[in-house]
């Protein structure tokens, strides 16, 4: 019994030894990443870079324009391959326009114009390979993304990053952390339209359009007018902030197709110097590149997720889980009507072409659609290409671009495509 | 339900097998406890069924559980507990280690940062150390309580692919949970 009570008094003892710790004790958790310290340039220094140079190997490719037998590629913020492509079984990759900053251009008249970081700079082509600026419009692109939301002085850009790794003590309820996440990449598809004669064609998903004499350039929430009838000298004649999250600018005739991530808006540009809204149509937040055509709009839907990785769902498209194409009728425009959705894989950029309609979908590949009725598209051809997501359709010509290659394709005869080039990278 | 069931398991086993081996200087023994961890951001239940060998007053054995805590695991670790003192009611010191292996569930998957799934996950150290009293309820079986400390480290990996970012990014978090425990069970 005694034996008992000793036994019952140690563990009492030692509970309350135990007890008293409790107060004491505390979780801890350590997030270790990667910092990346930006390194700033001064623009004026980055400006004195700008010039050709000899050809060089395609890293990483983004935009493309097709302008005089030439295509015109982006490799994002480091500058424009330029591939002679008027043998289109054979192009050749003639030189490389060095252009630090660079996501977008459009070109008319031997006059190439670009993003340059926040900057807008108008380059004379016209004795490529040797190019020379000839205007600069400074802080054009007031609201220009950095990662990680950094930002920096308009004379200065981020050119890259120094990285180093980092252990920090985190919070211990980590899943309730709040993460901001804003903008959108600069990313690359196209389509095809071009009323001007003589300039380049762009896609569905640039963000630079020529019209009238006018070059239109949206940002994440800006849509500007710049006067180009002197080529040379562009002359912005308004800016308006147009909503979040813009992505794409398509033209068609005196109307400007603007997708968003949460819709496509629509400006009448019947005066060019001063676009104004006419109709929009809202859908998921999800990315949308978007033609159009005489009385029909083409949108495709996507949730971007890089290598379809679910796990990296804070790429650049948030939110959204829809893939789909969308096709309005847009005859009337107080009146859009969704005349029906298509089901999809992940379709990024289109072009149209005649009754021929072309969508890069993700890992699917390239589909080629009958689109002679939009209510009821046919599916003519699926060409299976690693991740395809970007295509300019011209003269019967598919350019198509994906993770790593860019291919052409003869579609003219739709029930016959052949493959007539291919530029690995 | 599942792990209630493997739990169950060895108690039914051993409980026919333990009658004639307890007469052996070595033999068979099954622990099994329900309890509560109690730390920083919760207390949760927890249960654990240990099986292995007894020789005179030194358990040995594996032991399989459920500890919801933090991220749910499922700790498999190396037991052993010495008693002390002879009669009915004798005090005893246990230590226990091994790894938390990550259970897959809906709940975990709720608690990932910005409700990312992680690319990998670490199977981590846990580790309990404490004391208990046990008595005697008969036919070699014990009844016992035990109070101690709980440490649980856990580990995972995100990459994030941030906007506009020149590469994505590996975000590796590290826990370390220090819990109280209290146990109560028994030992066939």
Redesign the interface.
Known sequence: MK??Q???A??LV??LV??S??GC??????????V?RPKVEKLSEIHARIKNDAPQSIGTLGKICLYNNYIFAISPNKGIHVINNKNTSSPINESFINLPGCGDIAIVGDVLYADCYSDLVTINIRKMPQVSVVKIISNHFPDK????NFSVDSTEAIV??DIKDTVVS?S????N?Y?F??????SSNTASSIDSKSASVNGSMSRFAIQNNFLYTVSSYMLSALNISNLENPKVESKKYIGWNIETIYPFKDKLFIGSQTGMFIYDISTPSNPNYVTGFSHARVCDPVIADNNYAYVTLHTEN?DN????????CTGGTVNELDVLDVSNLNNVQLVKQYNMSQPKGLGKEGNTLVICDGKDGVKFYDATDPANLILKKTIEVNNAYDVICLNGIALVTTKNALYQYQYSDINNIKLLSTIAY | MKYVFLYLLPLIAFSTLNAQKKKDKIHFTSINSLGMLNGEIASTFTMQSINGIQYKKLNAGIGIGIDNYGYRTLPITFYLKQSFLKGKTHPFLYSDIGVGKYLKTNDNSEKWPYGLKPTSVKNSFCGEWGVGIEKSIGDGCMFFVSAGYSLKKFAYTQNIYWLNSPTSNDFHYDYSYNRFVIRMGVQL
């Open positions: 034996n008992v000793k036994v019952a140690l563990g030692c509970l135990i007890a710790f409790i004790m505390k979780d801890n958790a350590t997030k270790t990443y990667k990346y993304l950095y990662a990680y890259g990053w985190q211990i309820n980590i899943e952390d993460l996440v804003g903008g959108v990449l600069l890089e990785n679910a796990n990296n769902s804070l790429l650049r």
